[in-house]
Structure formats: structure tokens, C-alpha cells
């Protein structure tokens, strides 16, 4: 078997047989994937937070046979996961980005647009782990996802007759976008002002220090129920447990 070298987050953590572990990793070069850890869970030589739940970790491993997991040979701490569960908000909010990637990804199909937007939102929480505002890290995680899979909110155009967005809007998870009032066809949608749409493209852009908090607070509820709806209508997520995290 040849070897490879990779990094990823660990997802998953399972105790297998006496001695060893299976994990599930989201690596960077290989999407989602299975590890076999012979001996890891009494072999000195590993540090237990290698493989600890969200731990970043890098990797060389055994490529297997067809239909075969991966091989552990050698492996080292990037970033520990612990202080994501330090914070309880914070936990499901990291659990809720990843429950997102085992939706959306399928096994051994990589993805470097998702990985590197992940691993971009998991280091601003990282550094942010205690502070309420790292939600907005998860909006911006949510708005360009939604991008990558080809569900780009358009926060500059009615969706339909493509003239700018200058008061307020309606959504539509159904239509795909923002209606002006003359093109609006849709019985179920979010009557949204135009500075929450404002507040959406400026998350979506990663302009986040542009943001007003105190102001955001009172726009939240709109956008997080925008958000929710796009995910629950285009991905079919059943996300219920994490709504009073998000």
C-alpha cells in the first residue's frame, strides 16, 4: 500500500475492538474519509487529542484496497478541539457546521472550496471560542456554502427582474432569492427591510468588523430565519436541535 499525507478535522471517535480507534476525518485532499487506528487507544506514542472530536490533525496513512478504510501510520496535533467544548454555544455551533458537511459531502469526494471555508470559520471560532459574536461566523459559513452548492443568495438583485434591491424585499427559500414587490409570486415569504439585506450581503462578503452588533441583534431573527429556510428547503436538513444555537 502506497502513502499518503493529509490533514483534516476529526468528526467522529470510536472505540474498536480492545485496543484500537476509528475515526472519521474531514480532510483536506480526500473529503470525507475512515481511519484505522491499530493500537490507539493504548500506544503511548499518540497524543489523545490527535484525535479528539474537531481536533485538526495531520495525517500519513495507508491507502487501502477497494472498500477498505484508511491506515493510521504516523499523526500530529495542528489544532486541539478541546476549547471548542468549553463553551456549550459554541460546541453545537461547530457540531452544526460539520452535521452540514456529512450532509452534503459524500464519502471520499473532496471538496477544497468547502474545506478551506470551514477551515477558515473554525479558526475565527477557535480565537473567538466565549464571545456570542462568533455566530456571525456561522451566517457567513451558511451564506457561502449555500454559494458553493450553486444556492447563491443574491443580495444585490431581485432575483427575478434582476433590477437592484433599493427598499425592502421579500424571500423566498422556493424562488431562490429576494423578490422586489412587483415581481413577488410567492404566498410563503420573509418580508425582510432593506438594511437587513444590507447587514446578509455584508456577512456573505466577510465584512463583519462593518457591523454594527448592537444593530445586528435587532436585525437576527430575520436573517437566521432566512438562513434556516434556504438550508431546510435546498439541503433538507433537519437541523431542530441547533436552532437555539444559531
Known sequence: ??????????????????????????????????????????????????????SKSSFVLYTPHSGEMYK????????????????????????????????????HIPSNDIYCIVDNVLFKLFNHVNNDKNILYIYYFILNLLNILGYDIDTKHCIKCKTPLNSNAFFSSKGGGFFCSNCLNDNNFINTEINVIATLDKIKNGNLKSIDYNIFESERKRIKNILISSLMYHLGLDIEKYITYI
Do not use: A, W
Not at 30 to 52: A, L, W
Not at 82 to 87: A, Y
Open 1 to 54: 500500500m502506497s502513502l499518503i499525507k493529509t490533514e483534516g478535522y476529526v468528526l467522529k471517535n470510536i472505540e474498536f475492538r480492545e485496543t484500537s480507534r476509528i475515526i472519521t476525518l474531514f480532510s483536506r485532499d480526500y473529503g470525507v474519509i475512515s481511519i484505522m487506528i491499530k493500537g490507539g487507544r493504548k500506544n503511548n506514542t499518540f497524543s489523545p487529542e490527535i484525535f479528539d472530536t474537531y
Open 72 to 107: 493510521h501510520k504516523e499523526s500530529s496535533l495542528i489544532t486541539s478541539g478541546i476549547p471548542f467544548s468549553k463553551n456549550i454555544v459554541t460546541f453545537f455551533r461547530v457540531s452544526f457546521i460539520f452535521e452540514i458537511v456529512l450532509k452534503v459531502l459524500p464519502k
